[in-house]
């Protein structure tokens, strides 16, 4: 389970940083910055994990506690056409500066989830596995994945037929069957995998 020894080692306010949306095939990536209270309690402690281990309603709750309490949150995005012009790995770093200047506050300390650390304006850890190590980092991967997954739900309104709303925009069956059928959106990311051999097949067909 995550706790908080990383950030009572380091002193001074340290933010989680974390990102959500590295892998699917549509949307932009999302990170989240989070500076825990001082007097976390330990029911909020208590609800952070690894979002993947919670259930969508778990997350929810998290998130929804983390909002009502005094923890700090800066959120940041890195567009579809920031990703192709990029490569993921460089959006996904961008995402997280992002979000640590939306924080309202410089950090003492920052501890990411992975192994490449960003470039923000303080020093910088990287906690590979962080998101089940660290609860600061923990509650950056619930914020970044609820608010992502908020935004494709949005979005699947409006594009109806790929299944935003439930796979959040990664490659399950029902969205590959999706692009097979009504082709990518302006939203798929056209240099990955499946959508650019898609968009290789429809030319070739023409």
Not at 20 to 46: I, Q, T, Y
Request: hydrophobic residues 50%.
């Amino acid at each position: 389970m995550p706790n908080l020894d990383m950030e009572h080692a380091a002193g001074g306010r340290v933010a989680g940083v974390d990102e959500a949306g590295r892998g699917p095939l549509a949307g932009p990536v999302v990170a989240a910055a989070v500076v825990l209270p001082l007097d976390l309690s330990a029911e909020l402690a208590g609800m952070l994990d690894d979002s993947k281990k919670l259930t969508a309603a778990q997350r929810l709750a998290a998130f929804l506690a983390l909002r009502a309490s005094s923890a700090e949150i800066g959120v940041g995005a890195a567009s579809v056409t920031e990703i192709l012009r990029l490569n993921i790995l460089h959006a996904s770093m961008l995402a997280m500066r992002r979000a640590v200047a939306r924080l309202g506050i410089v950090p003492d300390l920052a501890l990411v989830d992975g192994n490449y650390p960003p470039k923000l304006g303080c020093p910088v850890r990287c906690v590979v596995g962080g998101d089940a190590l660290c609860l600061s980092i923990s509650a950056a991967s619930i914020v970044a994945k609820v608010i992502r997954d908020r935004g494709m739900a949005r979005l699947a309104v409006r594009f109806p037929g790929y299944g935003w709303h439930v796979n959040a925009g990664y490659a399950t069956a029902m969205h590959r069957d999706a692009l097979q059928r009504l082709g990518p959106t302006h939203h798929h990311r056209k240099s990955f995998g499946t959508v650019a051999q898609l968009r290789l097949a429809l030319t070739i067909a023409d």
